[in-house]
T-cell receptor, first 115, second 113 residues
C-alpha cells in the first residue's frame, strides 16, 4: 500500500486564521480524499480530490471554507479557512488503493486545535 | 440514507479473551472493509471483503461478509494489549462510481493485561 505523510502533524491556531494541510503520497494515485474526525467520533468525508479537476464536496462542506488543491498525482492540500473552535478536529487524507476499488489508505492525520 | 450500525460501542476485556464485533446496514453492500485506528494515528485497513459469505483472516483477526450482504463480523482471537484501539467498519456509498465510503461509528476496544 502507498505511504502517506501529512504536514503539520498538529497545530494550535487562533480563531479567524487559516491553516493549510499538506498530504504527500509516495506513488501516483487517482483519487485522494479529505476527512474530518471530531473528538471521539467517526470519519466524515469533506471532499474528494482528483487531479486536474475541481474537488467534489460533501453536503455541509463548501469550497470557500475548505479549499483544496490537487496539482499532481502525488500531492494535495486542504485549507481550513477563517477557523473557529468548532473546526478543532483531526484532518485525515486518504488515497484509493490499487488492489480493490474501495480500499482506502490513510495518512497519520493532522490534529488541529483552534483557540 | 445509507448508514452503518456498529456494536458494541465499546468493549473492555481481559488479555487472552476472544472478541467479536459486528456491523449492520439496512441496505445491501457489495464490499465490507474493517479498519483499526490507534490513538493519534490514521485508520489502518485490516481486512477487505468482496463476496457474500466470504471469510477472511489476517493473523488473529477473522472477518466475515454476511450472506444477506447487510452485515459483517470481525473476530479477534486471543487478544493482546496492542489490540487496543477503535475498530471501524466501512462500505461503499451507493451513489455512482465515486468510491466514497460510509463509516460506522466504531467499536472501542480496551484490553486489560
Amino acid at each position: 500500500s502507498a505511504v502517506i505523510s501529512q504536514k503539520p502533524s498538529r497545530d494550535i491556531c487562533q480563531r479567524g486564521t487559516s491553516l493549510t494541510i499538506q498530504c504527500q503520497v509516495d506513488s501516483q494515485v487517482t483519487m485522494m480524499f479529505w476527512y474530518r474526525q471530531q473528538p471521539g467520533q467517526s470519519l466524515t468525508l469533506i471532499a474528494t480530490a482528483n487531479q486536474g479537476s475541481e474537488a467534489t464536496y460533501e453536503s455541509g462542506f463548501v469550497i470557500d471554507k475548505f479549499p483544496i488543491s490537487r496539482p499532481n498525482l502525488t500531492f494535495s492540500t486542504l485549507t481550513v479557512s477563517n477557523m473557529s473552535p468548532e473546526d478543532s478536529s483531526i484532518y485525515l487524507c486518504s488515497v484509493n488503493g490499487d488492489r480493490g476499488v474501495y480500499e482506502q489508505y490513510f495518512g497519520p492525520g493532522t490534529r488541529l486545535t483552534v483557540t | 440514507g445509507q448508514q452503518l450500525n456498529q456494536s458494541p460501542q465499546s468493549m473492555f476485556i481481559q488479555e487472552g479473551e476472544d472478541v467479536s464485533m459486528n456491523c449492520t446496514s439496512s441496505s445491501i453492500f457489495n464490499t465490507w472493509l474493517w479498519y483499526k485506528q490507534d490513538p493519534g494515528e490514521g485508520p489502518v485497513l485490516l481486512i477487505a471483503l468482496y463476496k457474500a459469505g466470504e471469510l477472511t483472516s489476517n493473523g488473529r483477526l477473522t472477518a466475515q461478509f454476511g450472506i444477506t450482504r447487510k452485515d459483517s463480523f470481525l473476530n479477534i482471537s486471543a487478544s493482546i494489549p496492542s489490540d487496543v484501539g477503535i475498530y471501524f467498519c466501512a462500505g461503499p456509498h451507493n451513489a455512482g462510481n465515486n468510491r466514497k465510503l460510509i463509516w460506522g461509528l466504531g467499536t472501542s476496544l480496551a484490553v486489560n493485561p
